[in-house]
């Protein structure tokens, strides 16, 4: 369960998640790939480059920021994300790689306005987010493993 403050400071950045989304989403990526160039082969660089994943990431940032209350609203793009990201072998373990790695590019691109309470808040969050990913692609494994 996500508190009820979480909640409100989550929606509470939405504009601005709004307004920098691409430039946080940028900069996490850069942090990424240059921290963990392991990463990298799962990913299709030339969306990079052309910005078309890092616009995808924001998007469901900006999405999941203003329906976080609402998670049922988030199940077509759960879907599809989960199911791209079982393609591309995306595994449990990566979450708290990405994590990190978006909660310090928020810092950098937000400056002051990501208070302390800002970041607990985006970490209960990413967590919780997580978990919704992690299950739901467990379960897409495991559908393609009982086809073998
Ligand atoms: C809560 C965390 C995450 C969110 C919100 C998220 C979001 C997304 C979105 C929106 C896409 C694009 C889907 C599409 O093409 O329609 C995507 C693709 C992808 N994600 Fe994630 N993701 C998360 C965590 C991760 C993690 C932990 C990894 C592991 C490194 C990862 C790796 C990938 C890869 C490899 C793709 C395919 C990109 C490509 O084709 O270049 N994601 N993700």
């Avoid at 709004?18 to 921290?35: A, V």
């Avoid at 970041?119 to 209960?124: L, Y």
């Avoid at 969050?125 to 073998?148: C, P, V, W």
Wanted: proline share 4%; glycine share 4%.
């Amino acid at each position: 369960m996500i508190s009820q403050q979480t909640i409100d400071i989550v929606k509470s950045t939405a504009p601005s998640l709004k307004k920098h989304g691409q430039q946080i989403t940028s900069r996490m990526y850069e942090i990424m790939f240059h921290k963990y160039p392991e990463v990298k082969e799962q990913f299709d660089m030339s969306a990079q480059a052309n910005g078309s994943q890092p616009a995808k990431l924001a998007t469901a940032v900006y999405s999941y920021a203003t329906q976080i209350d609402n998670l049922p609203a988030l199940k077509v793009m759960v879907e599809r994300i989960a199911h791209r990201h079982v393609k591309t072998n995306v595994l449990p373990e990566e979450y708290p790689i990405v994590g990190e790695c978006l909660l310090q590019a928020i810092k950098d691109v937000l400056g002051e306005a990501a208070t302390e309470s800002v970041i607990a808040a985006w970490t209960e969050a990413y967590q919780a987010l997580s978990m919704i990913f992690i299950e739901r692609e467990h379960d897409i494994y495991g559908t393609f493993a009982n086809k073998n």
